[in-house]
């Protein structure tokens, strides 16, 4: 690279990575059912619900409200909660919270949701590499 080359600063981050990186989330941290995060000794990296892990690929912390936070990245946490949510065929960020702590839910049911869910974005958003 050359001293007057500049790289770009900005990366477009799509809704299929957060679906993909809260996938990966889970599998190194936990997952949990019935609030956002587990939190046990302040811990850096929660268990966390879908929703939660999502908001944490978004966002890189926990968040008391990932859907209602004043973040700039809010839009992109609600566009890959979105994703999810049109991909299981809910109405509502309420039917994702019902969706996660369905008692028969397991870790690679949501995990392969999460992961299925980017992959119908990516078929339905790209074309040839690039966005449509």
């Known amino acids: 690279m050359k001293a007057t080359h500049n790289p770009p600063t900005a990366v477009l981050v799509t809704p299929a990575d957060l679906l993909r990186f809260a996938a990966l989330y889970l ?4 997952w949990t059912q019935g609030d956002y995060y587990t939190v046990v000794f302040d811990a850096l990296t929660p268990r966390a619900c879908v929703s ?9 912390t926990a968040t008391e409200l990932p859907f209602f936070t004043d ?3 809010c839009s992109d946490y609600r566009a890959a909660v979105w994703a999810l949510i ?8 309420t039917d994702l919270f019902g ?12 995990i392969n949701a999460l992961n299925f869910a980017a992959d119908r974005w990516d078929r339905l958003h790209h074309q040839k590499g690039g966005n449509r």
């Open 86 to 93: 049109d991909f299981l065929d809910l109405n509502s960020s």
């Open 71 to 73: 973040r700039p990245e």
């Open 52 to 60: 939660g892990a999502i908001g944490m690929a978004a966002y890189g």
């Open 99 to 110: 969706w996660n702590d369905d008692p028969r839910r397991t870790l690679t049911g949501v």
């Open 27 to 30: 599998l190194r941290h936990g």
